[in-house]
């Protein structure tokens, strides 16, 4: 059960500035409830000797309120690109099955873990002098951003 992924990692809240949960779990979400995305590029990685470098995974989730309060609701969406073999374990990964940081954070927040999809995600990133970036998971959301200045 050994694992090494290293990457980016990308996280979309539904709060409006910015997400309060970073702050602890006292903070409120802006709108009384929570929702994000957090998009895994993997540049280079293994699980059980599995090559997964280059795939990408996106864990989506609702919670009724903060983040830290738990009872939130999830689905992996992984790579259209990854054999079965990898999203196999990309999902027993990133759904906490293989032990780790994810174990313990996503066993304390997540009571309901919906069916992992298959999607197309696309992340695209622009000129290294432009800063701007450009992430698609799928049919879940669309973002384009560009670096400040």
Not at 92 to 114: C, D, K, N, P, Y
Request: hydrophobic share 35%; net charge neutral.
């Amino acid at each position: 059960m050994a694992w090494q992924v290293s990457g980016q990692l990308t996280e979309f809240c539904s709060c409006k500035l910015m997400c309060p949960c970073w702050l602890g779990p006292t903070p409120t979400p802006d709108q009384g409830w929570c929702s994000g995305a957090i998009l895994y590029d993997i540049e280079q990685g293994q699980i059980d000797g599995i090559d997964v470098g280059g795939r990408k995974v996106v864990f989506a989730a609702d919670w009724p309120g903060n983040f830290f309060g738990g009872q939130g609701t999830a689905r992996l969406y992984l790579d259209d690109q990854a054999s079965p073999d990898q999203r196999r374990e990309l999902e027993a990964v990133f759904s906490r099955q293989r032990g780790g940081l994810l174990e313990g954070l996503m066993g304390a927040v997540i009571t309901q873990w919906l069916p992992a999809q298959t999607a197309r995600i696309v992340v695209q990133r622009g000129a290294p002098d432009d800063g701007a970036r450009h992430r698609r998971p799928g049919r879940v959301s669309e973002r384009q951003y560009a670096a400040r200045q």
